[in-house]
C-alpha cells in the first residue's frame, strides 16, 4: 500500500499563489504517476494535473494550464503542485492520489483545503 500525506492549503487572496505537497510512503516503488484532484462544496471531484513519476510526463486540465504546476522529487517520494494566479473557482479541497499502471487512481490523501478570497 502508499501511503499519501497532503500539506500545504490556506487562505489566501486572489492572484496569490500556494504549493501543495504530498508527501508518499509504503511501497512507493509501485507508483506509476501522481495526480491532484480537486472538489469544491456541491461539486464532483475533478481531475487537476498528474505526471509521470518516473518520466515526468504532465497533464493539466484546461482550468488550471498556465497557472499550475505539478513536480516531484523522487528522491523525497514527494509531489508538489505549485499554484499561482489563484482564483475564486480554484477553492476546493485538494487531494492528491496515485496509481500504478494496471490501475485507476486507487491511493488517495486525506484532501487539504485551498480558500481562494476575491
Known amino acids: 500500500q502508499v501511503q499519501l500525506v497532503e500539506s500545504g492549503g490556506g487562505l489566501v487572496q486572489a492572484g496569490g499563489s500556494l504549493r501543495l505537497s504530498c508527501a508518499a510512503s509504503g511501497r512507493t516503488s509501485s507508483i506509476f504517476a501522481m495526480g491532484w484532484f480537486r472538489q469544491a462544496p456541491g461539486k464532483e471531484r475533478e481531475f487537476v494535473t498528474a505526471?509521470?513519476?518516473?518520466?515526468?510526463?504532465?497533464y493539466y486540465a484546461d482550468s488550471v494550464k498556465g497557472r499550475f504546476t505539478i513536480s516531484r522529487d523522487n528522491a523525497k517520494n514527494t509531489g508538489y503542485l505549485q499554484m499561482n494566479s489563484l482564483k475564486p473557482e480554484d477553492t476546493a479541497v485538494y487531494y492528491c492520489a496515485t496509481r500504478n499502471p494496471d490501475s485507476d487512481y486507487d491511493y488517495w490523501g486525506q484532501g487539504t483545503q485551498v480558500t481562494v478570497s476575491s
Open positions: 505526471i509521470n513519476w518516473s518520466g515526468g510526463s504532465t
